[in-house]
């Protein structure tokens, strides 16, 4: 890892004790991994998700237990070993242990032909099958005759776990950090989301916090998918913003990827706080999706959660692939990170949301909002009073008021705490 500002020693702790686990969306490696965050976070939870779940359209596979897994030549010399890079085996490939010739043993070999130098990552959880993955100067290197080939793995009626960390504020009303846990000896695209998270975490438990706070450490989508399946009810009626924490470990770029609705407070805070910390980022598109704002932002489920990221996964050219190691990612790119998104904390706290309470436009008059006598325009007063009532959907907090009716944010602030004594408006 590349020097810069200093990270605590536990964040740095927790990236080199867990850079060789063998994660996957199931198994020890998953487990490792989460111990070494209750080592900095006691608090932690893990939840175990029973192997035949059935969440929705999925189920929860069987855990995939691996000892290890290697290719043999004739002359017994090991031309692929586990032991020296977990990505060498496709996860959750089945048990094999078998002699065969070059030609058969190719079809389950992974490669980039124009990457030669670099081992891919490959998967294969839903599929019965098996496979390993090379570099492509390798693989063209070998020689045709028998080889040995080994998988020590097995599929048992297990369970996925999950990490949560909870953070009661002076509300019910949450803000959610959630990141994965289940790439293999991968930086920027794994370690670097579960370091940042366990870094605000740290934050956060020493702050007064108004909001609470979630965060999470799932397997990628499988455990998303299980957690709001688990806990609908509450995040649609707590959840106040959301990010998913992935790739902020590199220098080379910000990067913004929105909710799927696009307008949400969580997007809104983003932009602003990477706006006012004079960032040089892009913008992405839904369209360009890929991890687990694909389950918080989908059509039933709608939750207001968006990501800003460093290189945005896909972008760099070591994604998915043993060159996004510990030398790709800085102490300063995810001290940078880190950063960004106490600002981000900083935005909410120091802010509040309005939400109305009444269907429709209230009945202003009744209780001397307005004037009784119609067909005139309405007071600077009166057209504040319903301006913010009809903007007070959720998706916007004082600053983004005070900008839209061009008034301070004391006059929004002091407006909406009449209106809320009112019982027109309530605070998020």
Known sequence: MTKGQTLEPQIMAFINNSWAFVRSIT??????????????????????????????????????????????????????DSEINNLHVVSYSSPINKIMDLKDLDTHLFSIPDKPSVIPYRTTYYENNWGFCIQDSLRKSLEPGNYKVVIDSKFIKG?????????????????????????????NNELSGPAVALALASYLRGQDNYYSYRILFVPETIGS??????????LKRNLLAGYVLTCLGDDLSWSYLPSRVG??????????????????????????????????????????????????YGTYEQYHTSADNLEFIS??????????????????????VPVMEIHCEPFFSKRKMRNTLGGGNLS?????????????????????????????????????????????????
Not at 225 to 234: D, L, Q, R, T
Not at 283 to 297: A, H, I, L, V, W
Request: net charge neutral; charged share 30%; aromatic share 12%.
């Open 159 to 187: 369970s996925m776990s999950i990490g949560e960390i909870f953070i009661p504020g002076k509300v019910e009303t949450e803000i959610m950090f959630t990141t994965y846990i289940c790439h293999p000896m991968m930086a």
């Open 27 to 80: 198994g020890k490696g998953v487990r490792d991994t989460l111990h070494e965050i209750k080592k900095v976070i006691p608090e932690l939870e893990i939840i175990e998700a029973p192997s035949g779940s059935r969440i929705w359209d999925w189920t929860v596979p069987k855990e995939w237990e691996f000892n290890f897994a290697y290719i043999e030549n004739d002359k017994g010399i090991r031309v692929i």
């Open 331 to 352: 102490e300063k790119g995810l001290s940078d990170s880190i950063n960004f998104y106490k600002e981000v904390i900083s935005e909410f706290e120091g802010n509040r």
């Open 225 to 234: 998918i299980y957690f709001i399946n688990k806990n609908f009810k509450n």
């Open 263 to 312: 307008n949400t407070i969580s997007d809104k805070v983003a932009k602003r706080v990477l706006q006012r910390l004079a960032l040089n980022y892009k913008e992405f598109s839904f369209m360009e999706r890929g991890s687990d704002e694909r389950q918080y932002c989908s059509p039933k489920i709608d939750l207001p959660v968006c990501s800003v990221m460093r290189s945005k």
């Open 380 to 428: 600077n007063v009166e057209k504040l009073i319903s301006d913010i009532s009809a903007f007070s959907d959720g998706s916007n907090d004082f600053y983004e008021m005070s900008k839209m009716f061009r008034v301070k944010i004391d006059l929004i602030a002091s407006t909406v705490d009449f209106l809320t004594e009112n019982k027109i408006l309530s605070i998020r």
